[in-house]
Nanobody
């Protein structure tokens, strides 16, 4: 089983930036490229259900974003480090949430939670006004 660990969250002012990291610290078979995993970012704001933020498919690098983050957030990866990143610019208070990364072997850039079988435990992002 692939173990995902998020980091990089914190407290920032509106308009600021953060880069979230998600590292597959365990479970990736030896010799298997992280590029074979689709990755996604989801978030849960206080009192709300978890929602899709961004995703990247395996190999073909197709990406998807919710409309509210387009032009501000960028999902990327480093296959050598078995990591996926979410660069978050022009942050707004509405972006405040716990952010989770997810992955699926040979998956697509899906916005559906049910399409992912590996999940991290989340990292807190708080954007002040």
């Amino acid at each position: 089983q692939v173990q995902l660990v998020e980091s990089g969250g914190g407290l920032v002012q509106a308009g600021g930036s953060l880069r979230l990291s998600c590292v597959a610290s365990e479970g990736v078979p030896s010799g298997q490229s992280f590029s074979l995993y689709a990755t996604g970012w989801f978030r849960r704001a206080p009192g709300k259900e978890r929602e899709f933020v961004a995703a990247s498919s395996y190999s073909d690098h197709t990406t998807r974003y919710i409309d509210s983050v387009k032009g501000r957030f960028t999902i990327s990866r480093d296959n050598v480090k078995n990591a996926v990143y979410l660069q978050m610019n022009s942050l707004e208070p509405r972006d405040t949430a716990v952010y989770y990364c997810a992955a699926k072997f040979l998956g697509g850039a899906s916005s559906l939670e049910t399409e992912y079988n590996y999940w991290g435990q989340g990292t807190q992002v708080t954007v002040s006004s």
